[in-house]
């Protein structure tokens, strides 16, 4: 399986884009502030939830989340980050680097919040990762 976040609107302190699963919309996201373009993450660039992960692709696994005590996504050897979860929200405050999901947008750089989405995606990769490698790929 594979995912694929498309970051469509950079914002001085927020990120709109869309999550697609197997290349088929899914649903939408918010983040955190973009801080490097592609292929220039540095550390230093790095400011406690207010950024979002870098450009890249990294596995993807449904497992124990201690901050949510439950199974969510979680997006893994992201460098400099650690504990990202793909979870529901409403805006990059939700987010502290992690990929806010909703299948409807507020207002700009706003999400109605959803479980749907973030329950849905849960259960396609926990079922997924039983049989197959899964990553995502942010763009």
Not at 70 to 98: E, K, W, Y
Request: charged share 20%.
């Amino acid at each position: 399986m594979k995912l694929k976040l498309i970051r469509t609107n950079l914002q001085p302190t927020y990120t709109e884009g869309e999550l697609w699963l197997n290349d088929k919309f899914f649903c939408y996201t918010v983040e955190d502030k973009v801080r490097a373009k592609a292929g220039l993450w540095q550390r230093i660039v790095k400011v406690y939830a207010q950024t979002a992960i870098p450009y890249g692709t990294y596995p993807v696994l449904v497992t124990w989340s201690n901050r949510f005590k439950r199974m969510l996504t979680g997006v893994f050897n992201v460098p400099d980050f650690v504990g990202i979860r793909i979870h529901n929200g409403t805006s990059a405050q939700s987010s502290a680097g992690c990929p806010i999901l909703s299948s409807t947008r507020a207002s700009p750089g706003r999400l109605i919040n959803q479980t749907a989405p973030m329950n849905t995606l849960n259960d396609m990769i926990l079922q997924a990762q039983k049989t197959e490698k899964i990553t995502i790929e942010i763009v």
